[in-house]
């Protein structure tokens, strides 16, 4: 089992940057694919991006593909989000997520097995 908290959200102008991070406690990080998620106001929670068991594997939507990275360090025990360029449309609350039944998570937030309480993020414009 993993426990997730995510830091680093807050109020920034359109254009500006965050970087979110999300630390995990329990055994074996490393094992675990983890993912980042985002729910808007009245919107539904969408996937955002992943990175595999090792961080050689990433993915992103579309929206974010040139502006956001994900990122981890095993032996920090933390996924990270770096957000660059960010819109008012990212205004949301930011959600970490692991899986450690696969070896890249993928997009189907169903797939994930654990979840931090999320993060605020609110781009002004």
């Known amino acids: 089992q993993v426990q997730l908290v995510e830091s680093g959200g807050g109020l920034v102008q359109s254009g500006g940057s965050l970087r979110l991070s999300c630390a995990a406690s329990g055994r074996s990080f490393s094992s675990y694919a983890m993912a980042w998620f985002r729910q808007g106001p009245g919107k539904e929670r969408q996937f955002v991006a992943a990175i595999s068991r090792s961080g050689g594997s990433t993915g992103y939507r579309d929206s974010v593909k040139d502006r956001f990275t994900i990122s981890r360090d095993n032996a920090k025990n933390t996924v990270y989000l770096q957000m660059n360029t960010l819109k008012p449309e990212d205004t949301a609350v930011y959600y970490c997520?692991?899986?450690?039944?696969?070896?890249?998570?993928?997009?189907?937030?169903?797939?994930?097995?654990?979840w931090g309480r999320g993060t605020q993020v609110t781009v002004s414009s």
């Open positions: 997520a692991a899986r450690g039944d696969a070896y890249y998570g993928g997009t189907d937030y169903s797939a994930y097995s654990y």
